[in-house]
């Protein structure tokens, strides 16, 4: 029998076409494939159901996104009763593992806080220039390159929450590494290129090229990728920057339509068999 997947999406909180594009690449390749809405999840008693199936009747189930926000915690809670080995991820990976703060072991020194003076005092002890970024995704919004104590605290001012203040890369200019993994799987990487020379988010009109990756890069990808295999992440983005790491995003990275446009289509159909065949070794795990 063929294996079953229920992707869950919102259409309201997409940000790229992953919910389009995986459900038809899977589909392509004979998976049974569903579609519900985040909100579709719900319980009878001790049992969690989407929409009217039980969830334990898929092979798999894929969250795109983290739907809307209001009720996360509640879906969360609900996500942590279904076999974790049925999802792309695990439900705890969503509150530590998607973002900056968790993997700050790999990246520019940098200071997370909420206290303002704090970030302050951090940025006059050791000088230069630094970018401030929410400590939440934002797709690259928000995020500015700081020069001066005065800067910080004119952003600062109006503007509450964590935040993330780390040193500046020069090699931003150059671009950033997107790398996309699948459970034990390198499908690609592409060089996003910032057209200000700090955000190279594609959505902010970063441009996208094909990506030599240097030695160190590589070793860094691969230290990242086995720390997400270990976690039961089976689906992520890594970005990396000049030897360092900038963010993981687990929820619902973008990239798959990237790649297939800056290399040929030899390596996008490629990609989607290495896509298929990893989902089938991360099943195969299960037992």
Known sequence: MNPTVAFLISPQTNHNDNPARLPEILDAAGWQVSVFDHEQISMVNTDVYLD???ADQFDLIWPLGFGPRPSFADRL????????????NRPDAYSW?????????????????????????????HGGEWVLKPAAGSFGAKV????????????????????????????????EVRTLICHDEILGSYLRVPTDQLHANLALQGQARAA?????????IESV???????????????????????????????????????DEPFDSNMHARLIQALARKLETRG
């Open 144 to 175: 500015q390159r700081i020069s001066s104590a005065a800067e910080l605290r004119a952003t600062l001012r109006h503007d509450p929450g964590y935040w993330v203040l780390q040193r500046f890369i020069p090699e931003i200019r150059q671009g």
């Open 212 to 220: 030599v990756i240097n030695q160190p890069t590589q070793t860094l």
């Open 225 to 263: 990728h086995q720390q997400l295999i270990e976690a039961g992440v089976g689906y992520a983005a890594i970005d990396t920057v000049g030897g360092y790491l900038m963010e993981v995003n687990i929820a619902n990275p973008g990239g798959l339509s990237t790649l297939a446009q800056v290399y």
């Open 52 to 54: 009217a199936q039980q």
């Open 77 to 88: 809670q609900m996500w942590h009763l279904i076999d974790a080995t049925r999802l792309m």
């Open 97 to 125: 593992a998607h973002g900056k703060a968790a993997w700050l072991s790999f990246a520019p020194p940098s200071r997370v806080s909420s206290q303002h003076s704090q970030l302050v005092e951090f940025m006059l002890a």
